[in-house]
T-cell receptor
Framework: DVKVTQSSRYLVKRTGEKVFLECVQD?????MFWYRQDPGLGLRLIYF???????EKGDIPEGYSVSREKKERFSLILESASTNQTSMYLC?????????????FGPGTRLLVL | AQSVTQLGSHVSVSEGALVLLRCNYS??????LFWYVQYPNQGLQLLLK??????LVKGINGFEAEFKKSETSFHLTKPSAHMSDAAEYFC????????????FGKGTLLTVNP
């Protein structure tokens, strides 16, 4: 079974702090994704990576950056957290090339920015 | 550009009743279509997907969906609801190929009443 783990289930941070969210997958998947989930808005793609050190912006990249130094690990960074970044963050991974593959999701990190 | 519309943010059924969750999509190329389910406090998991071939797709837990190109629809059904089906359901579309992006609908919360 594919396993995608996220470093924290719940996180509370203060405005202006630098926040790191970590995601690890154990199935040697090429592709990794970060989504943000908000009530009534569904899932919105922040960034994705299709290879080590490669990244592409999704629909809402502003205020976020990412890092992928190793194939199994994909980090989401909030350079200076703001209250409007309070949300559920979901990481996902998929095998192979293109958008036909199933994405496997982690359990999510619920971030509260005060 | 691709988009997904889920009709009804909240659907309530009785245990044993038919479940019908509606999804319409927009895509400029032949789409790949997915239904994901999210149980409380968990990440998303794949229910079923349509890529090519047979338009009636069977998934896990007795769910199925039919791709209707003329209606640009991919509605999810289950003949008899069970209490354990209570969850949020997301329809998603991808244009495949080199495009990794999966566009999600806003979700439908399914409540099952005893």
């Amino acid at each position: 079974d594919v396993k995608v783990t996220q470093s924290s289930r719940y996180l509370v941070k203060r405005t202006g702090e630098k926040v790191f969210l970590e995601c690890v997958q154990d199935m040697d998947h090429e592709n990794m994704f970060w989504y943000r989930q908000d009530p009534g808005l569904g899932l919105r793609l922040i960034y994705f990576s299709y290879d080590v050190k490669m990244k592409e912006k999704g629909d809402i990249p502003e205020g976020y950056s990412v890092s992928r130094e190793k194939k199994e690990r994909f980090s989401l960074i909030l350079e200076s957290a703001s209250t409007n970044q309070t949300s559920m963050y979901l990481c996902a991974s998929s095998l192979g090339y293109g958008g036909v593959e199933t994405q496997y999701f982690g359990p999510g990190t619920r971030l509260l920015v005060l | 550009a691709q988009s997904v519309t889920q009709l009804g943010s909240h659907v309530s059924v009785s245990e044993g009743a038919l479940v019908l969750l509606r999804c319409n999509y927009s895509s400029s190329v032949p789409p790949y279509l997915f239904w994901y389910v999210q149980y409380p406090n968990q990440g998303l998991q794949l229910l079923l997907k349509y890529t090519t071939g047979a338009t009636l797709v069977k998934g896990i837990n007795g769910f199925e969906a039919e791709f209707k190109k003329s209606e640009t629809s991919f509605h999810l059904t289950k003949p008899s609801a069970h209490m354990s089906d209570a969850a949020e359901y997301f329809c998603a579309v991808s244009s495949g190929g080199s495009n990794y992006k999966l566009t999600f609908g806003k979700g439908t919360l399914l409540t099952v009443n005893p």
